[in-house]
Every structure is written in C-alpha cells, then in structure tokens.
C-alpha cells in the first residue's frame, strides 16, 4: 500500500546501503582506503579538546604518504572562523646530496607551524576550511585532495549539529545547503578523506557518541560532500587523544530527540528509529527493534487495552505526497516487531499514513524556514493503545 519510492530516493538508499555495508554496520568506520600523492594537498586540523589531534609524527608521516615535491599544500584550523596554518609548495632543494635532511627541514617548519597554533574560538567549522583551501586551489591543475582531521562536530556557519541535524533527514541539510548557494558544485574534481568523522578523546566534555550516531554523522557529511560533487574516502591517521592542551569546543549534543511518553499514546522519534534517510529501512535493525521493545514493555505495564494503530509522521520538508508515502511505509516498518513484543498478529495493528500534520507535533518553520529540531520531532511513529486518535494533545 505504501510502497511507491521515488527514483531520487532508490538511488540514494543504494548508496547509503554501500556505505553501510562497507563497514559501518559493524560499529566502526568503513575501512581506511590508500592515500595516494595529489597535485594539490588541504589539511584541517583539529584545535580543540574534544578531539583527539595528530600526533607531530603522524603528520610527518601523513606529508610523507601525501605530498611530494612541489606539491601545492595548504593547511588550516577547523575552527570558527579557520585560519591558514601553512600555505604554499612544498620545495626545497633537490640537487642537495641531502636531500632527505632538506625535506625534513620544511616538514618540521610545517609542524611547528600547526602544533604552535591556539585556536581563538570555541565554535568548529570544518565545512568552512574545506571552502577556503578549495578557493585556494582555483586555477590549479591536476590531483586535489582534501583530507580533514576533525571530526566534524560542525558547531557554527550553515551546518551548526546543535540544532538537531544529527538526527534529522540528511537530505534537508543537503538542500538548505544547496539552495543557499554556499558549497554548489564546488568540489567535483576533489577527493575528500575523511579520517575520524565522530571521535571523541577520552574525559572530552563533548558525550560521545555511540555507534547509531556514529553512522548517522558519516553518513550526513558523505552527502554533503558529494552532493557538491565530491570523491568521499575514508583513511587511517595516527591520533594522540591526550596530546597538548588545547581550549574546549562548544557541546554537540548526541542524543536523539525522545517525544514524551503519556500513559497509552506513545511516540518513536525518526532518530531513536535510525531509518536510512528517506527511506523505511533501519540502518540496524537490531537496535530499532530494541527501541520499539521499550516502547512495547512500557504500554504493556501500564495495562494499556483496546485498538493498537500507529501513526507515522513526517516533517514539512519536500513533496508532500512522498512524506505521507515515507510516514506510512515507516509505520509498517515498526508494526511487525512492534506485534511481536505486544503478542498480537501485525495485521491488528492499524497503520495511519499522517505525512505533516500539525495534529501530531509542532509547527516546524518559522519566520526563516525549516527548524532542524522541530522537523526532526516530527518525523515520528506514534504507537497508541485504546486511542485511535493519538493526536499530540494525548501524547
């Protein structure tokens, strides 16, 4: 019944499946790729706690793997506003009988150079530096390749994860950034590394995050990257998470939004669910399960009887038809596990396809557009017991 998926949406789901299987199911990252030289090398580094940071040797290292002579390199912080740490080519003499001992001279000039940095903001925008070093290679032929060594907890500028994104629809944030006019098509002949997307150094003020937004982050700024055209791989760097002393970041909160429980009506927000993005498939099914299974517990405890219907709801964002499509299939997706846990057939749970309806959760615009947050509430399953209405109002 709702079944019909969009050809925009197939692809995209295939492409966060190969993701998926390449890795991040498995709690981890997707397994590092070769670094190979390039032409034109950017590098953004961490500067602040909550991140563990390259180690000088790593650095050495990564320069080594990445940029030989003559190589045009640019480094920055990953920061409010990112500053140039190092810039220009990467020469020196090569008639030199000493050749090694002249290279190792500019590298350890470029280490100082990053390792002597203090950051000057608490906010993070990595998205930023990888727009400066690309505007730095305009004009430049051949290989570019960015490799970021933050971890993306983007805090400020267009992308800010303190509004919600984490756990909203990947694609929103692709589309406000598209239509700002901010990235575009900028990166379509870079190659983007991404080597810690996530990470958290131990006894960091920033909570960790576990392994669902682990893969809920990787796969957001895979998007973004691409839909700007970019090549995405993921690498293996060395990292000390103890490594100087550096100032505190703002605090990205990792924790999905969880809608209020009231006594028989019950809601399962999009983020507890981890629905692949524009899809009804879970991106693990084991722990969604988990998440329905408390729901399941709960109304059954609370001596909950009568008609059981879930609702599924979506946030305003894009084609209406297709939200009232997506909050369907979603609700179908709950409705087999969610049978098993109440011991009833799934055919006698009722499914409402709501699509956006302000019936089941706030407004979710304001004055300036989209609200990250608010959409991210509403798209939700609503499970209720003895009360087929189950508008917000009851919840």
């Known amino acids: 019944m709702f079944t019909t998926i969009p050809a925009r949406v197939r692809a995209l789901s295939l492409a966060m499946a190969t993701i998926i299987g390449g890795g991040l199911l498995a709690g981890c990252a997707p397994s590092g790729e070769e670094l190979v030289p390039a032409d034109s090398v950017g590098i953004i580094v961490p500067v602040h706690d909550y991140a563990p940071h390259v180690t000088e040797d790593g650095l050495r290292d990564l320069l080594d793997r990445v940029a030989p002579p003559g190589t045009e390199l640019a480094i920055y912080s990953s920061e409010g506003i990112p500053q140039p740490l190092w810039s220009g080519p990467l020469t020196y003499d090569l008639s030199s009988s000493k050749v090694a001992a002249a290279r190792a001279e500019v590298v350890d000039d470029i280490v100082s150079s990053v390792f002597e940095y203090t950051a000057t903001s608490e906010n993070n925008n990595p998205l930023e530096a990888v ?10 032929t051949g290989t570019k390749t960015i490799i970021i ?49 996530g990470a958290v150094a131990p006894e960091s003020a920033q909570p960790a995050l576990d392994s669902m937004a682990l893969k809920r982050l990787d796969i957001l700024w895979t998007q973004i990257f691409e839909a700007a055209g970019a090549t995405v791989i993921h690498a293996t760097v060395d990292f000390d998470p103890k490594d100087g002393d550096f100032p505190q970041n703002a605090i990205v909160p990792v924790s999905p939004i969880r809608p209020e429980a009231s006594g028989c009506t019950q809601a399962l927000a999009g983020g507890q669910l981890n629905f692949l993005p524009d899809s009804a498939e879970f991106i693990d099914p084991a722990a969604s399960a988990r998440e329905i299974a408390k729901v399941a517990d709960s109304l059954t405890a609370a001596g909950c009887a009568g008609e059981v219907v879930l609702i599924g709801t979506a946030s305003s964002e894009g084609d209406a038809d297709w939200n009232v499509t997506l909050s369907g299939n979603r609700a179908l997706a709950v409705r087999g596990p969610l049978a098993h846990h109440l011991g009833v057939p799934p055919e006698a749970i009722a499914i409402v396809a709501a699509g956006y309806d302000e019936r089941y959760c706030a407004r979710d615009r304001d004055e300036t557009g989209l609200v990250p947050h608010l959409a991210a509430a509403c798209r939700q399953v609503i499970i209720s017991v003895g009360n087929p209405d189950g508008t917000k109002e009851s919840l």
């Open 149 to 197: 060594l933050d971890t993306l907890l983007q805090t400020t500028g267009i992308i800010a994860l303190q509004d919600g994104s984490l756990y909203g629809e990947p694609a929103d944030t692709v589309a406000r950034i598209q239509e700002s006019g901010y990235l575009g098509s900028d990166l379509e002949d870079v190659t983007v590394v991404l080597t810690q997307t």
């Open 131 to 140: 727009l400066l070093i690309k505007r730095q290679f305009e004009g430049r």
